[in-house]
């Protein structure tokens, strides 16, 4: 597969019948935002916190969907407890996709600890980690992601890494400081 | 003088008389057992943690099965770790999910130790807030007539905070192996071709 991945992934929730998309939004995953809206056959789940995601995406499971769940890197820390407690215990599918903040090129030091805890804490709670850093890799890892999940049963997160999405710049006055001339 | 309170039991026991064929979503704790004691079927997702879950699991599986009455049934303090599934529910606007909160005003589970929906939070305002237009608050047995009436009329999404004292009845299990009573719901909902064969 070739060209961006958000077109890719759209492409491969078709054709894996994923027919509800919940997410909190991230500027990395807007354009896969945009067209599931656009998509009369994906429901659309906007979310106020990641966990509810997880929940929903177990809901949809009991009634016979399969569900995507979309957020930044910071959310993850969110859905730790609802992973552990119902994906896991339960064994439900769970497929998400997750755009790194606190990642490569990151100048916001409030983003750092939990870019670097990502990957660890998921896989404490059972979460298997797909790591992509070019958009072939993305794509790639949301196909087998989809497959891993809901054919073979697993939780799984696609991280998809800032070196992909692009760090954004955090740059600007200073505060309680002069301008210098 | 206050008329006693209801018994979290006994609502339960009645509402599910005019259950149907409604799927169930417990929230952590007394609701589950309530379920478990009063209805007990393989159509119920009893659920015994996860806290703040409820709602929004009853959601995924109302927009999955958009012609089944979905009832979430669950405590004041599960509802409130969940309060922002309020308002992801309005912006659905499910014609199909029901949440049924027993507020006992208390964390039963761990000690009885006062919540704020007994010092002045209104889940059912905070519903309302949130953009969902039916929502009620039950406090005595006319209440709950009301409540049985509009869950078999059906106008959806509802939520329903029903106020019940602190008595909790008998500790009824329901399967303790969540796997298997993930399975069991997905048989009895989808058919077994269906929950075993996913693809």
Redesign the interface.
């Known amino acids: 597969m070739s060209g961006d991945w958000s077109a890719s992934a759209h492409q491969l929730f078709k054709e894996h019948d994923i027919?509800?998309v919940?997410y909190v939004p991230d500027a990395g995953l807007s354009k896969l935002i945009k067209s599931s809206l656009a998509d009369n056959d994906i429901?659309t789940?906007?979310?106020?916190?990641e966990?509810?995601?997880?929940?929903?995406?177990?809901?949809?499971?009991?009634?016979?969907?399969?569900?995507a769940v979309l957020m930044q890197s910071s959310g993850v820390g969110n859905t730790i407890?609802?992973i552990a407690?119902?994906t896991t215990?339960?064994?439900?599918p769970l497929f998400m996709i997750v755009t790194m903040r606190g990642d490569y090129g990151e100048s916001n030091p409030w983003q750092m600890p939990m870019g670097r805890a990502v990957q660890p804490v998921l896989e404490a709670v059972g979460v298997r980690c797909l790591r992509a850093e070019t958009h072939e890799e993305a794509a790639d890892a949301v196909k087998a992601g989809l497959m891993m999940s809901?054919?073979g049963g697993e939780a799984v997160a696609v991280l998809i890494g800032q070196k992909l999405i692009g760090a954004k710049p955090f740059t600007g006055a200073h505060a309680g400081m002069q301008a210098e001339d | 003088m206050a008329t006693q309170k209801l018994f979290r039991r006994d609502v339960v026991k009645k509402l599910m008389s005019v259950r149907g064929d409604a799927l169930c979503i417990s929230g952590l704790g007394s609701p589950t057992w309530d379920l478990a004691a009063a209805d007990h079927r393989d159509e119920n997702f009893y659920i015994w943690g996860g806290m703040g879950g409820a709602t929004p699991t009853g959601l995924g599986l109302a927009l999955a099965q958009p012609d089944r009455k979905v009832w979430v049934i669950t405590g004041d303090g599960e509802q409130l770790m969940g309060v922002g599934s309020f308002s992801t529910v309005a912006l659905q606007q499910p014609k199909n999910l029901a949440i049924i909160v027993l507020d006992n005003e208390h964390y039963g589970e761990t000690g009885m130790q006062a919540a704020p929906t007994g010092r002045g939070t209104d889940l059912a305002a905070m519903a309302a807030g949130a953009g969902i237009a039916q929502t009620m608050t039950v406090t005595d047995e006319a209440g709950l007539d009301d409540l049985m009436k509009r869950l078999t009329d059906g106008n959806f999404p509802l939520v329903a905070v029903v106020k019940v004292d602190v008595r909790t009845g008998e500790t009824v299990m329901p399967p303790r192996d969540g796997k298997y009573v993930k399975t069991a719901f997905r048989m009895a909902v989808l058919g077994a071709d269906k929950a075993q064969h996913p693809g």
């Not at chain 1, 966990?51 to 569900?67: D, H, P, R, Y």
């Not at chain 1, 215990?89 to 439900?92: I, K, L, S, V």
């Open positions: 027919k509800q919940a429901q789940v906007p979310l106020t916190t966990e509810e995601g997880i929940a929903v995406s177990a809901g949809a499971w009991l009634g016979g969907q399969k569900c407890n609802m407690s119902l215990t339960c064994a439900f809901f054919h």
